[in-house]
Every structure is written in C-alpha cells, then in structure tokens.
C-alpha cells in the first residue's frame, strides 16, 4: 500500500511510527507526507494553482532531503491512498474548508483516480494551551473537539472520503483512561500542547491510521521503552473505534 498525505505539522506527528508499526503488523506500506508547518487547505489549494515547491518531504517517517510540489509527489508514484486535513487551529470551523478542500479533491482525483481518499480528524490542544488558534474555541479543549467532530464529518459528506478519526482516539484517551488524563496529573498525550508526545500520542495517532487503512486490529508496541501497559490501553481504545 502507497500511502500520500497532504499535510502539515499534525500529519507528521500521525505518520511517525506508521511505517514502523504497519511493519510489525505485516504490513507493507510505503509512507509519503507533504509538510509543511500549520498548512491550511487554502494554502495547499494556493500551492496547486502556483506550484509551489514549498513541502518538506516526509518518507517512512524520515525527513527527505529535498523540496517538493504537490503535483509533483502526485507524479511521481501511483498512489494507493490519499490523505486531507485541514490546518489544526481551523480544523473545527468547517467555514475555512471550502471551496478549498473540493477543489484539491478534485485536482487530486484528475491525477490519481485510482486513490482511495481519507480526511485526517485532528485532535484538540489541551487545555491552557498557549496556541494563537485556541481563541476561536474559547481557550476550551472540550469544545474544539466537539467542534472538530462536526467540521470533520462535514468534510467527509462534502467529498466522500473515509474518516480517519486521530481525534476521537486522543479524546478518548483523556476521557476514559485516567493514565492519560492530564489535567488530573496523567501523563499528556501533547508534547507542547498541541503536537502529540513523541511517546504515546504519536503511537496512538499511528495505531488508528493502521487500524483504518487496514482494518487489522493493532497489538504491537514498536517503542520498546513505553510501559506496555498504557500502550496496551491506547491499543484497546483504538480497536474499539
């Protein structure tokens, strides 16, 4: 499986150990992330109309030594899935979407109609954070996620993709695993508030983009220095979604 995404900061966090993972599970995934860092839709959409060379290029998970187009990476592989999100200060605010994100459906389509496509749910910052964006929530973790539920499943009925749902499996995570929630001294599944932890919340992000692309259920830890234990409760959560 050939995987693209067209992203930004929060898909390199999801596409981290994807490779790694799908590995141990048998799977034989190609891994390829567009970033660049707080990418909106607009902007990307802006980038096809003026070609811009303008993403570092992500491969398995390993920053590529070289700059990159959007038409380009599109050429340059026959890819068996493609990836969308939106930029994550306006993930909840379906407004910001269009027309953008149904015109790079479209352009994508052109050049790749063989390519199942996926949305890329993100997830909520913490509360407290510090992000410019979080104002447009009310500073209220609970509301941007909520507000991302709804925005997200907009867009899939907008373009027909299949939802990968990252940001259900983080608020989940805070919700019903009490190892994980923060605000009563668990452990973050943020590294800064916003971006996922290179421990946990990366796996998780990872864990829920095999189990959707796959379906296969995940059980593996490919972080050997994690408490297998919270990997095995993040593993269980993401089998239940």
């Not at 290029?57 to 990159?68: F, L, P, S």
């Amino acid at each position: 499986m050939k995987l693209l995404s067209i992203g930004n900061s929060f898909s390199t966090d999801a596409h981290f150990f994807l490779h790694r993972l799908a590995v141990l599970h048998g799977v034989d995934l190609y891994t390829a992330n567009l970033f660049i860092g707080g990418c909106s839709l607009e902007t990307h959409w802006h980038n096809v109309n003026e070609n811009n060379a303008d993403y570092d290029y992500e491969i398995n998970g390993n920053v590529a030594e070289r700059k990159i187009s959007i038409e380009e990476a599109l050429a340059e592989d026959k890819w068996d899935v493609i990836t969308f999100q939106q930029a994550s200060a306006y993930s909840g605010m379906p407004n910001t979407f269009e027309p953008y994100l149904t015109n790079l459906v479209s352009f994508v389509k052109q050049k790749q109609p063989q390519a199942k496509l996926y949305f890329h749910q993100t997830w909520s910052y913490e509360n407290g954070s510090p992000h410019s964006g979080f104002v447009g929530y009310d500073s209220d973790s609970r509301k941007m996620f909520e507000s991302i539920v709804s925005a997200s499943d907009n867009a899939i009925e907008i373009t027909g993709a299949t939802l990968i749902p990252a940001g259900t499996v983080i608020q989940k995570l805070r919700d019903d695993v009490k190892e994980f929630n923060y605000t009563d001294g668990g452990v973050s599944l943020c590294r800064d508030t916003y971006h996922l932890s290179e421990t946990y919340g990366r796996y998780a992000a990872a864990a829920i983009w095999l189990r959707t692309l796959t379906g296969k259920a995940v059980a593996t830890n490919p972080i050997n220095e994690l408490d297998i234990k919270l990997i095995e409760k993040i593993n269980t959560v993401v089998n239940s979604i």
